[in-house]
């Protein structure tokens, strides 16, 4: 038997840190928490200070059973759980099943698996931080509290199965409110004007209009822009001014868990979720060939940007190296992190400068390469100096207009040679076309005016990247929490993703306006916020738990015992008059929410218990009709699942056959009967193929529509979203899309 036990939370840590320590330590796995609050009921005793019941997992009894053996025959215990709330309450919790071994427990936390790390960490071992086990408590007690009283009133009210989340629920609304805004956005339509100009050199060139009469130029409509053109036409254009220099563009801080997710989305597309997951993966170990199990970045769940003084040093000489002098500051930069984050931590960074991305390459599959070139990258731009652009602003006047000209081009690459991705819409710095040679009071040729309509536009739908960087400014949630509010948020069909943006579903509109109104307190972005200070400020020790708690319950209390009396009144509002009368007894009939959505229901119920599925699903149903089993010939019928509808055999349970819904778009492939239907990709991403598959393979992402190209005359078009012109046609062949025009309301 070893005479050291080692517990981690998960085997991949596990079996990198064991090759570190050598026989003399075993270590084991614990697969995240073995001990929790129970599933079944609320498990807070409110009267007794919020007293949390806990109980082994479901499924944890062996692991458990497994670490207590092993530490009662061990000399020394050391509990490396992950160095955050969570892990210590893991350490916590598995320390208090080790009794006959409570003298040899020890704490130790490692923020990066490699040798150097591991074995400091295991000379220095320190004490559980009870502090950070009190907040990780309070905020467990907290969701707890929430989750198991206002679930069961969404049951009663809306339908069974709903859920409702303390942190979830605000971000929740913060995507509906972004879509009412949306809704109520009306379009102002507007016109910009540049000028084609010519001078000496003969080469045209593009200048706008910036200014009226010394104001910032405001053409609301054509009217007035022709009147603008007429007047032009008749002015000379000379240049007034000429104004060049050098910008420089500073150098982004290194990752924080918030600012990574943010960037690996717009990199690469990748949900907060996934990103974490590769994150997590290099974290604790990939095998790197002779070398074996590599922990290649530190500790992924951080909100400091503070930095090693050893990892600095490596970065600069690897700069120095690599790229030049001229890269390489005088001194090293350093970055302020945010208030209120914990600079124990590091910012995310490789744990070696030299395992350059391509030195790894043939170890990493290809999401964690490119995740991994993210993180190296932005690591070593950092320590960079910043990029410089030559630029050149003109300014062009026409009577008491005032146009003007820019131009810049790359002067000095600096950071920007290690890590070029955009972190932001604003094109600034984005590369130009460099102006012809101009000189002050040159005057020029007018080519061409060019006059162009506009119409302001709505917000944007939130997107994953947006929504986290929104939800970080607020101070809502922390970074281990940001992947899981947003998975939570489509699992529980609150929030579809269309084009990559977050689009509230009805449902997700009814739970949200609900709990707003009715949880005035608990759902407010600032007091979520507070909330969020006030467990830290637990585990800086200078807040009570149960005070806090106590603080938080008496206004939820009475908002919950407010909207436990107002029952009948919200099931009443969400009852939906139409003038469709009931085909048994001709009253009117409503539309209601079930257990599956909205429906059709009698008025007169209980009296007539009449239902029918509303136009869409009737629309689907009737598809259905006349659709017959490839296995066994029976009628198809249209069924309810976890992941949507689908068709299923009539003959279930003897027949399991089932089928997609068709889209009613035939299949564009030659000499192919089938028929376009809705699949999911293992991850959950909607494309539509052929029903014939695998016979034949014709796939496309976006939806189908049952229209032939104009232009080509292929089968179909799709359906593309763009934030300016919304949903419209487009051929998936010939990449046609008609002209979208746009009306003022």
């Not at 010939?734 to 003022?744: G, S, T």
Request: charged content about 30%; some cysteine.
């Amino acid at each position: 038997m070893s005479k050291n036990l080692v517990v981690v939370e998960s085997p991949a840590k596990a079996k990198t840190i064991k090759k570190y320590l050598g026989k003399d330590f075993e270590v084991l796995s614990s697969m995240g928490h073995v001990i929790d609050l129970p599933a079944s009921k609320l498990g807070v005793d409110i009267k007794d200070d919020f007293k949390p019941q806990y109980v082994t997992i479901k499924g944890k009894t062996k692991t458990l059973s497994q670490i207590k053996k092993s530490a009662n025959a061990a000399e020394k215990v050391y509990l490396a759980c992950d160095p955050d709330r969570e892990g210590e309450a893991i350490a916590w919790h598995i320390s208090g099943q080790v009794k006959d071994a409570k003298k040899k427990v020890h704490r130790v936390m490692f923020y990066e698996i490699t040798k150097d790390s591991i074995t400091k960490g295991i000379a220095h071992p320190g004490k559980i931080d009870m502090n950070r086990v009190e907040a990780q408590q309070a905020r467990r007690i907290l969701d707890r509290l929430v989750g198991y009283q206002v679930s069961p009133f969404l049951w009663t009210t809306v339908r069974r199965g709903l859920s409702a989340g303390r942190v979830q629920t605000v971000a929740l609304r913060l995507i509906c409110e972004r879509e009412d805004e949306i809704a109520a956005f009306k379009p102002q339509e507007y016109w910009s004007l540049a000028a084609r100009l010519e001078g000496i050199s003969k080469s045209p060139f593009e200048a706008s209009l910036l200014k009226i009469d010394g104001k910032k130029a405001a053409i609301k409509d054509g009217k007035t822009s022709q009147a603008i053109v007429k007047e032009l036409n008749k002015s000379q254009f000379t240049i007034s001014n000429i104004d060049e220099k050098d910008r420089k563009r500073s150098t982004y801080p290194p990752f924080i868990t918030s600012t990574l997710q943010q960037a690996a989305a717009r990199a690469y597309g990748y949900s907060a979720k996934k990103t974490m997951m590769l994150a997590q993966q290099l974290y604790e170990g990939v095998e790197i060939g002779e070398e074996g199990a590599v922990g290649l970045i530190t500790y992924m769940r951080t909100d400091a940007v503070r930095l090693a003084p050893e990892a600095i040093t490596a970065a600069r000489e690897l700069i120095a190296k690599k790229y030049g002098p001229e890269y390489l500051p005088a001194e090293a930069n350093h970055y302020k992190s945010r208030k209120g984050a914990q600079e124990g931590h590091e910012a995310i960074r490789p744990t070696m400068a030299d395992h350059t991305p391509e030195s790894v390459k043939n170890f990493l599959n290809i999401d964690q390469f490119k995740l991994y070139g993210l993180i190296w990258s932005r690591f070593i731009a950092c320590q960079m100096t910043p990029a410089i652009y030559s630029t050149k602003a003109v300014d062009i006047t026409a009577g008491k207009y005032l146009f003007r000209a820019t131009g810049s081009t790359m002067k000095f690459a600096g950071f920007l040679a290690a890590y070029g991705v955009q972190e932001d819409d604003s094109g600034e710095y984005a590369d130009s076309k460099m102006l012809p040679e101009l000189t002050p009071d040159e005057a020029l040729k007018l080519l061409e005016l060019l006059p162009k309509q506009h119409f302001t536009e709505p917000p944007a739908r939130y997107n994953e990247a947006s929504l986290i960087k929104t939800l970080e400014a607020q101070g809502i949630g922390r970074p281990s929490t940001y992947a899981s509010i947003i998975s939570t948020l489509l699992d529980r069909k609150y929030v579809d993703r269309e084009q990559k943006q977050l689009k509230p579903t009805e449902l997700g509109q009814v739970v949200s306006k609900i709990l707003v109104e009715k949880f005035p307190h608990i759902f407010q972005v600032q007091f979520t916020a507070d909330m969020e200070n006030e467990l830290d400020k637990i585990e800086q020790g200078k807040l009570d738990r149960i005070q806090v708690l106590k603080d938080f319950y008496d206004p939820f209390s009475r908002d919950l015992n407010s909207a436990e009396s107002s029952k009948e009144e919200i099931k009443k509002s969400l009852v939906e008059q139409t003038d469709i009368k009931c085909p048994n007894c001709q009253n009117p009939m409503v539309i209601k929410w079930g257990r599956f959505g909205r429906f059709y229901a009698c008025s007169n119920y209980p009296e007539c218990k009449t239902t029918k599925p509303l136009e869409e699903e009737e629309e689907q149903q009737k598809a259905a009709e006349g659709v017959v089993c490839d296995k066994c010939g029976g009628p198809m019928v249209l069924k309810r699942g976890r992941f949507g509808k689908f068709l299923a055999c009539s003959n279930y349970p003897q027949c399991k056959s089932i089928k997609p819904i068709s889209t009613g778009v035939p299949c564009p492939e030659p000499g192919c009967d089938g028929q376009l239907t809705e699949r999911k990709t293992k991850r959950g991403k909607a494309f539509f193929s052929c029903s014939k598959y695998p016979d034949c393979k014709y796939a496309v992402w976006n939806k189908p529509l049952p229209q032939k190209c104009e232009n080509c005359g292929f089968g179909h078009l799709v359906e593309k979203y763009t934030k300016q012109r919304g949903a419209f046609p487009a051929c998936p062949k010939c990449k046609w899309e008609p002209e979208v025009k746009v009306e003022k309301k």
